[in-house]
């Protein structure tokens, strides 16, 4: 949220960077059909992925209430350069990028006083149910957005947040598996082939740091949903991951696009729209989603409540949601659009790709990372605590 190798150079609409990247998602089985959701994340310049965010610097940039700025704290593949400058030749608004690379990093950031600082901010679609019950989100004032009409019907009422009443959903994808099958020898197609070539695979695999995305990953290995609360079945996952564990090189949501591309990886665990994103630069590369499942997500834009420019904010909303200026970002940073209108608008290679856009019988075995009760939650960070360590 990630997300893929972009590495924009800077300008004088300053992109700046905090922390370690990674999201969750909402979203369950049944509400797959109704909303196909969430997440993602890659490097820009300067960004630290080995950063703890409880060490990021929480204090506002400068001007933060400057009406002739906007401050966005976003993943890092959801902007480049050339989005930049375009907005500021538009509205004559400076837009200066904060990047995150994790949902918890960036709600700890805005709890920390970081978010008197920024107008728009970019969480996944639980992380909006959270913050919409930390009353963190403004209710948005629809007569002043553009293009809620143009969403695919999916997103016009989605689970998370119904009627869009607190979020405009940018932009959403899978998580599967990114490998050279030259260099593998093989096809890999399932979680399954992670399990079985473990031995060869060791050290020469990674998966993401991200608790709910790796367990729910040994979860569909398993036969389970990726959201079980079964307290046999999250033992079950544990037991299968310290299996798999020898095989594991690192935990990473990002950094590991280097080492894929140089070999020293053999496959890793990914965001679509970072695996996407590193096959432009490497056709060799193929990216799947594994036959058991996985997960779907959908990142959105919102505006805080601590919001110091609410004008500007509704400025980039709408400027994101132009479907001419959707459809650019799509093919440059190759992130799947909810906006059916800015679909339309992608040439044929790019809605055929179903990398991008998967078909349907496929999203039907995957699902969004639905809320947990507390107590699963504490088993999974039980577990998931060992398993790092």
């Not at 969403?151 to 009443?165: E, F, G, I, R």
């Not at 979680?191 to 020469?204: F, I, P, T």
């Not at 994103?277 to 997960?295: A, F, H, K, W």
């Not at 107590?375 to 790092?388: F, K, V």
Request: aromatic letters at 10%.
């Amino acid at each position: 949220m990630s997300p893929r190798n972009v590495r924009p150079s800077r300008m004088r609409s300053t992109v700046r960077s905090s922390t370690t990247r990674r999201r969750f998602l909402l979203g369950s089985a049944t509400a797959l059909s109704s909303v196909l959701l969430s997440n993602c994340t890659r490097n820009l310049r300067g960004t630290d992925p080995t950063a703890d965010p409880t060490d990021a610097d929480p204090s506002p940039a400068p001007a933060a209430g400057d009406p002739g700025t906007l401050h966005i704290y976003t993943w890092s593949s959801y902007v480049d350069d050339e989005a930049l400058r375009a907005f500021e030749a538009q509205t004559g608004i400076r837009p200066i990028v904060d990047i995150y690379d994790s949902n918890e990093a960036m709600l700890a950031r805005m709890q920390a006083g970081g978010g008197t600082a920024y107008s728009i901010i970019y969480p996944s679609d639980y992380m909006v149910v959270e913050m919409i019950e930390m009353e963190m989100l403004t209710e948005l004032d629809r007569s002043r957005l553009n293009g809620l009409d143009e969403l695919k019907s999916q997103w016009q009422n989605p689970v998370y947040d119904p009627n869009n009443t607190h979020s405009v959903p940018y932009a959403w994808g899978t998580t599967g598996l990114i490998y050279d099958p030259e260099v593998l020898g093989e096809e890999v197609t399932e979680w399954d082939y992670l399990w079985q070539n473990r031995d060869r695979l060791n050290r020469q695999i990674t998966l993401l740091n991200d608790v709910r995305e790796t367990k729910g990953a040994a979860l569909k290995y398993l036969g389970y949903s990726y959201n079980s609360t079964d307290p046999e079945e999250i033992e079950a996952a544990f037991a299968a991951l310290m299996e798999l564990r020898p095989a594991v090189a690192n935990f990473l949501s990002d950094g590991w696009q280097d080492q894929l591309a140089g070999e020293d990886l053999l496959v890793s665990m990914a965001y679509s729209v970072d695996a996407l994103t590193l096959m432009d630069e490497y056709p060799n590369l193929v990216y799947v989603i594994p036959e058991e499942g996985s997960s779907v997500w959908t990142d959105t834009m919102v505006i805080p409540t601590t919001a110091p420019n609410v004008d500007a904010a509704y400025e980039w909303i709408n400027f994101m949601m132009d479907s001419d200026n959707s459809a650019s970002l799509v093919e440059r940073l190759k992130f799947s659009t909810p906006l059916e209108s800015a679909f339309d608008k992608l040439p044929d290679e790019l809605r055929s790709d179903t990398d991008l856009f998967p078909p349907d019988e496929i999203l039907a075995r995957c699902e969004g990372i639905a809320p947990i009760p507390e107590d699963a939650l504490a088993l999974y960070d039980r577990y998931w605590t060992q398993l790092t360590s």
